[in-house]
């Protein structure tokens, strides 16, 4: 029977087929663009393979500090916060996580997200305007729901398919490029018609490539919401407390100027205020489930 704990294995095993799966759409885009532009695909196949190996492993070690620099983060400690800090540090007390390193965006807008590859290795930042503008109650619910995705491991797997897709984009990108100006090897009369139902089917998987990735992505972010709504409403065993949060999360107008596109599946709520409307095509593309769904299965818990 599942439940949080056969979620979380279920989390790590992901990890490993969705790096396994990324990695072989990646060897075929590299192996196909070799062969469509110059007739040798395995030179651009190692290319692509040497590349998003380096690009993996940086940012597997340097993502997080990376995330916390573009946001403009900066930490805090027991003597600079002991509010902020002894809220985290009870909750991880009650997880079981070591405690990870704190940090503040001085940002009226109310939102919050975890980084790091493991908990050992783990960074939980908060706006200023959430820690402002929610009781103790809501700010334990929003920091047990990003401790939960540290602890769920979904930190790891959002940062290595966000890399992925990113290089499942740019082989695109360098594909269609490539075609506009006039690049593809030239086939002789000898090609069979075999060989160019393959091309097409290529074309086709190489052009569209990069759309799947991306909405993969927003799907396996969109479910780790739900988990760790539930696996903090575990740990604080008060799941209307981050209702509450969410319900004044989404009723706040101000947008957080240091998100980026980049960064925004990271946050507790979308911070650009859109795509969290109900509306099928709004939430394909969107990097949140809708808000008052999240809201009314914490409140049916």
Not at 43 to 68: E, H, P, Q, W
Not at 204 to 221: E, G
Not at 257 to 272: D, K, M, Q, V
Request: with cysteine; charged share 15%; glycine share 10%.
């Amino acid at each position: 029977m599942a439940n949080i704990y056969t979620d979380i294995d279920q989390n790590k095993r992901n990890t490993v087929l969705i790096v396994a799966a990324f990695i072989a759409v990646i060897s075929f885009i590299g192996w196909f663009f070799g062969y469509f532009f110059v007739g040798d695909g395995y030179t651009f196949l190692g290319l692509a393979l040497i590349i998003s190996g380096i690009t993996s492993l940086i940012s597997y070690y340097n993502s997080d500090k990376i995330v916390l620099a573009i946001s403009n983060a900066h930490p805090i400690d027991e003597a600079s916060n002991q509010y902020l800090y002894h809220l985290v540090q009870n909750l991880c007390l009650g997880a079981g996580l070591p405690i990870p390193k704190i940090y503040i965006i001085d940002d009226q807008a109310m939102n919050a997200f975890a980084t790091g590859r493991d908990p050992q290795h783990a960074s939980i930042c908060f706006t200023s305007g959430i820690v402002q503008g929610l009781d103790k109650l809501e700010l334990e619910g929003v920091a047990a729901h990003e401790l939960s995705h540290i602890g769920n491991y979904d930190t790891r797997l959002m940062c290595i398919v966000s890399v992925l897709v990113g290089m499942v984009s740019l082989l695109g990108h360098w594909f269609t490029r490539g075609i506009f100006w006039g690049g593809g090897r030239r086939r002789g009369s000898g090609d069979s018609e075999l060989g160019g139902i393959f091309m097409l089917i290529g074309l086709i998987f190489v052009i569209l490539s990069p759309i799947i990735a991306t909405l993969i992505q927003l799907a396996i972010s969109r479910n780790r919401e739900y988990l760790a709504d539930a696996s903090g409403a575990l740990l604080t065993r008060y799941p209307k407390a981050l209702a509450s949060a969410l319900e004044k999360i989404s009723q706040d107008p101000n947008i957080l100027r240091e998100a980026n596109g980049a960064t925004a599946h990271l946050y507790i709520s979308n911070p650009f205020k859109s795509g969290e409307d109900g509306n099928f095509f709004a939430n394909l593309f969107s990097t949140h489930p809708p808000v008052q769904d999240r809201i009314k299965r914490l409140l049916s818990m």
